[in-house]
């Protein structure tokens, strides 16, 4: 592991060693550097429409050479669009599709002129036309290799017990006690023995997709979907439906209408409990985003750190700190799909919990 993470460091390191040294020495240039690491780095967080792999400057022509996968680009524009992302040239070129010109601008694609021309608002927004994006992203290839990956791993491992006698072989070994562990102390101590299989599928689904994307997250790919709040947006509101579709008579009673309590305290507490309804999700969504996009904004930083310090102390400290902090990182992979698995069982809980007046 401490390989594997030190070789990650320096891959990142190469992807960001163009920029120390296309620069002067001077104020200018240093100011230059880091402006253009911090763009680096928040596109880096973004999600894009091709796998950039890594970026230099070319000496001779001055302009800045990308190596990485171009991704297909599906748009509507008075009927679908295909072409490949590779066309935009990140950003450089504007693509003719038909009849039709776009440009690509801070990763969102924009209907233009042949010459790229960007409108813009008294607000500073952008004012052309956005088409309707329907593109494969690396977010959506990255998801699409977790869900495969998920699929043909415990489909191995189900297919091992039927052939060995309820044991496990192969790389199963490994994810089984995983399993028994979110069955024994997760699911059945917060929801109970009689509704927990109901909400196995959900609960070892969501555990594993988020922990499997947030190690894919830790490789030089720049992936970063768990930190892309429109996929926590997402896992957060299939907790939240399947929670109100569970939820029972003695459920709801307890929020609208909670039994045994002075009638004037029902009438303050309905709303805050039917607050908190929504409350718990939202609480889902933003804790997974903040603290995968904020590993992974600490992480860009502590390397970029190494090229602005242009020193063997400070730039030996920082990739000693980048070090430590990308350890801690892949226990905090593993501790955010935790949490999400086991705040989705506690509601659950909550939703099928009987009680007895």
Known sequence: MIKSTISLLYILAASMVSYSTSYKDDENGYKNLKQEITDYI???????????????????TNRKVYIGIPLPIII??????????????????????????????????????????????????????????FSITKSVISIIFVSILMYLLFRN??????????????????????????????????????????????LLTIFFFVWFCNILGLTPLGVNVTGNIAITFCLALLTFIITTISGTKD???????????????????APIELLGVFIKPFTLMIRLYANILAGHIVMMTLISMIFLFRNFIGS??????????????????LLQAYIFTILSALYFGFAVEEHDH
Request: glycine share 8%; hydrophobic share 40%.
């Open 251 to 269: 459920y709801w009673m307890h929020i609208f209408w909670m039994p045994g309590m002075p009638l004037p305290m029902k009438i303050i507490m």
């Open 76 to 133: 509507y524009d008075k009927g679908f669009k295909f072409f490949m992302s590779s066309k935009f040239d990140h950003g450089r070129q504007v693509a003719k599709i038909d009849d039709s010109y776009y440009v690509l601008h801070h990763d969102k694609i924009y209907k233009s002129d042949s010459n790229g021309t960007i409108s813009y608002g008294k607000n500073g927004n952008p004012q052309n036309i956005k088409p309707l994006d």
């Open 316 to 333: 030996g400290l920082s990739f000693l700190l980048a070090f430590f902090i990308s350890i801690i990182e892949i226990l905090v992979a």
């Open 157 to 202: 491992l189900a297919q091992s017990y039927n052939k060995n006698g309820l044991i496990s072989s192969g790389v199963g070994r490994f994810f089984e006690p995983l399993i028994v562990y979110i069955r024994d102390d997760i699911a059945i101590p917060n929801i109970g023995l009689k509704h927990y299989k109901r909400f196995m599928s959900f």
């Open 42 to 60: 928040l596109h880096h967080v973004q999600d894009s429409h091709d796998f950039g792999l890594l970026s230099y400057k070319d000496k001779k």
